[in-house]
């Protein structure tokens, strides 16, 4: 009994012992061993949320609600409840809130001076989620030349893969200060133009049906009153006339442009030699005139 009493004294004196103080605020093992526990469930809580409220999106309830907007209130409402949580927490351990104030002047001439890029991401992110113009599946083109697909909209960066399956990490605050081509934003199609060359003295018109074969035979191919395959006559080269295959094509397209435009040409290449087709090439002719060598080249 008596050591059974000793062993409550000393566990009531380490639980309330005073390890350390916040401003006024003494933080005792129980408080802190509180406060970490608030976290942790408030952090399930804030998934679990997020979870039901994107979920809800594959219901008949939200019809009218885009997948980017139940997206974006997803996250929010996940940072909302970390963010009471987090005060909720404090809270609990008595942290007095004048003290939090002068902490939030610190850390103001924090962001001022070092953490201004991760302020700056984290506004650019809510940015991104509240005006909807950037969702998981678009198809970007940045102006550091990263081209994917965006798979993960956090709030300090946005995560790009590759046609490779590489994943990218970009900072939100590239999407707000750079230029963006959002392949896939209002219209899920897109107009490429396939360049390639015949020799001069190809009839135009026989050109111009083979292209339209090879467009014809490609899935990627999206053809209606408003979306017109045609075929250009674009530029008389030093060697070719130059042509380009005007198509348009769907999202599966859109995703793969440099696939879709390897495809296009194979499926050119294959009809111009079904035609007898000279695809020219760059050539040398040698002329001996008067005992001296010209030699032109022929591009």
């Known amino acids: 009994?008596?050591?059974?009493?000793?062993?409550?004294?000393?566990?009531?004196?380490?639980?309330?012992?005073?390890?350390?103080?916040?401003?006024?605020?003494?933080?005792?093992?129980?408080?802190?061993?509180?406060?970490?526990?608030?976290?942790?469930?408030?952090?399930?809580?804030?998934?679990?949320?997020?979870?039901?409220?994107?979920?809800?999106?594959?219901?008949?309830?939200?019809?009218?609600?885009?997948?980017?907007?139940?997206?974006?209130?997803?996250?929010?409402?996940?940072?909302?409840?970390?963010?009471?949580?987090?005060?909720?927490?404090?809270?609990?351990?008595?942290?007095?809130?004048?003290?939090?104030?002068?902490?939030?002047?610190?850390?103001?001439?924090?962001?001022?001076?070092?953490?201004?890029?991760?302020?700056?991401?984290?506004?650019?992110?809510?940015?991104?989620?509240?005006?909807e113009t950037l969702k998981v599946g678009d198809f970007v083109d940045l102006e550091s030349g990263v081209m994917g697909r965006v798979s993960e909209i956090n709030m300090r960066y946005t995560r790009v893969t590759t046609n490779d399956e590489v994943d990218i990490i970009v900072p939100n605050s590239e999407f707000i200060n750079g230029r963006v081509i959002n392949w896939t934003l209002g219209n899920i199609h897109r107009r490429m133009h396939i360049p390639f060359g015949v020799a001069y003295g190809t009839d135009k018109e026989l050109v111009k049906q083979c292209a339209l074969n090879a467009a014809s035979s490609s899935s990627y191919t999206v053809e209606d009153m408003q979306k017109e395959t045609d075929v250009w006559l674009t530029k008389f080269g030093d060697s070719s006339l130059d042509f380009e295959l005007v198509v348009w094509v769907g999202a599966e397209g859109v995703r793969a442009p440099a696939k879709v435009h390897a495809k296009y040409l194979w499926a050119i290449e294959t009809e111009l030699a079904k035609a007898g087709i000279e695809i020219p090439f760059p050539q040398r002719d040698l002329h001996v005139k008067s005992g001296s060598i010209n030699v032109n080249l022929v591009k």
Not at 104 to 117: D, E, H, K, R, S
């Open 1 to 131: 009994m008596e050591l059974s009493g000793e062993l409550v004294k000393w566990m009531t004196f380490f639980f309330n012992k005073d390890w350390f103080h916040i401003g006024n605020t003494a933080i005792t093992f129980s408080t802190l061993f509180g406060f970490i526990l608030i976290v942790l469930s408030v952090s399930w809580l804030a998934k679990v949320a997020e979870r039901i409220i994107y979920n809800v999106a594959n219901t008949r309830a939200t019809n009218s609600f885009s997948q980017s907007s139940i997206y974006a209130l997803s996250r929010i409402t996940r940072y909302m409840i970390l963010f009471i949580g987090s005060i909720v927490g404090l809270n609990f351990i008595g942290i007095d809130f004048t003290s939090l104030a002068i902490l939030g002047g610190a850390l103001g001439v924090g962001i001022g001076f070092g953490l201004q890029n991760i302020f700056n991401n984290l506004v650019s992110g809510i940015i991104i989620l509240l005006e």
